[in-house]
């Protein structure tokens, strides 16, 4: 057998009970991703890619259906390694940069591989590494308000991926950044998920972005489907 997939997804559904009624957002998704693949996730606003994302972070329980992340079943594992297979396994970009304020660019991407429990200098050494490749060298010591919202997007996404995860969780990750900075971003983002072999979903509503990646998934009517060309929404 080959290995496992870093995520997969099967039969997921997310309902939600108001009273009488109940609201299904989607039904019998399923779907893998293996590492060094980038997959896109689009759909309309209100379709239920940021809850499809947090599933397969492993910050809500579907409705039905299971996750798996490297072959693990997620249900089967107690909080405490739920936690920690989330913390191990899994990098979030957001739409919004989440830095802290008080901290440089290196400091920030030191953070999450100190609560690890890596040591301050090697996760000093790797925070500038991950920086370095996506052309921060000249921004190390530089804290969140010195830096462009594309550099303070770049700074994110080393954090999230500081502690070698095998799968990245993208919310439109480049959302808040003009056309021209986005594209740069998720070039960066591109050549460092292939470069480091991870799996990637990444949610967007830029069709261009959706485009450069290896394909493309469409969330809608509650349903998902393979989308070849994708569709601008």
């Known amino acids: ?22 609201l299904e957002v989607f039904r019998d998704v399923s779907l893998s991703v293996k590492r060094g693949e980038l997959v896109a996730l689009i759909g309309q606003s209100g379709a239920g890619k940021s809850s499809l994302l947090h599933m397969a972070g492993l910050l809500e329980s579907p409705s ?16 405490s390694e739920r936690t920690r297979l989330r913390r191990d396994r899994i990098g979030f970009v957001y739409q919004a940069h989440h830095l802290l304020p008080e901290f440089s660019a290196v400091e920030n991407v030191m953070m999450p591989q100190l609560i690890a429990g ?36 770049r700074v994110a996404i080393a954090r999230a991926l500081a502690n070698h995860p095998s799968l990245l969780l993208a919310d439109e990750p480049t959302g808040n950044l003009d056309p021209r900075t986005a594209s740069g971003v998720f070039d960066a983002l591109v050549t460092l998920v292939h470069a480091e072999g991870l799996a990637a979903l990444v949610a967007t509503h830029n069709a261009e972005l959706a485009g450069k990646m290896d394909r493309s998934l469409l969330l809608h009517e509650g349903r998902l489907v393979d989308s070849p060309n994708p569709p601008s929404v």
Not at 1 to 8: D, P, Q, V, Y
Not at 66 to 79: H, R
């Open 118 to 153: 890596r040591s301050k200098r090697d996760a000093e050494k790797e925070a500038k590494r991950i920086l370095e490749l996506l052309g921060l060298e000249k921004r190390l010591t530089h804290r969140p308000t010195q830096l462009s919202g594309g550099e303070q997007q």
């Open 1 to 22: 057998m080959g290995e496992a997939a870093a995520l997969r997804v099967e039969g997921v559904a997310r309902r939600y009970v108001q009273g009488e009624s109940t």
């Open 64 to 79: 039905e259906g299971e996750i798996w992340i490297d072959g693990l079943s997620a249900s089967a594992l107690p909080d």
